[in-house]
């Protein structure tokens, strides 16, 4: 099955993030809508976990699938390695018309705290199609090259652990649109935020972060080693 290209591979070392299009059918991303119906909890329509439902690949089996596909592992295994494990996994839920907005922020704020990794990155797959209203992605290309910066915390919104906006340059932000079913790689490092859910529908995004598997911890028992290191 397919891996990066030497393209993608070259945009995501130098960006900190690529887009692999297409990689879910239409049909599997019904079913596991149809599946995150079933099972997700009621989403949290305020405070700091505003629209989060955690510990996702451990709902059920199809969700596990889901995070464990050998087509996300063949696309990440020239980035994580050596081996790969889950770090942690989440569903973003943005419900209509919510102007919950995820700070700027880096995911080894929080990562970091845990573990430290030196190939630490996450899959960010939207189950409905995102741009800028109803809640993409924003990312400043390059930024994961600058390291970990420090952060302020916010009390509003999610994603708290914030980028100090006036300390940090901005101004090449880029929303990453997408098409339900492609998949978004982005470092660990790499900058990025959302905006509110401005439309009619719902806009659910599916998360998981993984790390190499010589790593021995994760985010409690979220750890698995689904490729061990030769």
């Known amino acids: 099955m397919g891996k990066l290209t030497i393209k993608e591979k070259k945009h995501y070392d130098e960006l900190g993030y690529v887009v692999v299009s297409n990689l879910f059918s239409a049909d599997e991303l019904s079913e596991i809508n149809e599946e995150l119906d079933g099972c997700e909890e009621p989403v949290q ?10 510990q996702l690949a451990m709902l059920t089996d199809k969700t596990k699938q889901f ?8 696309l990440i295994e020239d980035i994580v390695k050596p081996g790969i494990s889950i770090f942690s996994s989440k569903l973003l839920t ?6 919950s907005v995820c700070h700027w922020h880096q995911d080894d704020a929080y990562y970091n705290e845990v573990v430290n990794s030196d190939t630490r990155m996450s899959i960010w797959v939207p189950l409905q199609d995102t741009d800028e209203l109803n809640g993409c992605l924003w990312i400043v290309p390059g930024s994961h090259k600058q390291g970990q910066q420090p ?3 916010k009390n509003n919104g999610t994603c708290r652990k914030a980028l100090d906006e006036e300390q940090v340059d901005l101004s090449k932000a880029e929303p990453v649109r997408m098409k339900a079913g492609s998949m978004l790689l982005f470092n660990s ?3 990025h935020s959302s905006k509110g859910n ?7 995004a599916f998360i998981v972060s993984y790390q190499e598997a010589t790593v021995p911890i994760g985010r409690g028992k979220q ?6 290191a030769n």
């Open 94 to 99: 943005k419900l209509p018309h919510s102007a």
């Open 45 to 54: 329509t305020s405070g700091e976990h505003e629209g989060f439902t955690y």
């Open 151 to 153: 952060y302020t915390v």
């Open 198 to 204: 401005e439309t009619d529908q719902v806009r659910r």
């Open 67 to 74: 995070a464990h596909d050998e087509r996300i592992l063949n």
């Open 189 to 191: 490092l790499t900058w």
């Open 223 to 228: 750890h698995i080693i689904l490729r061990p």
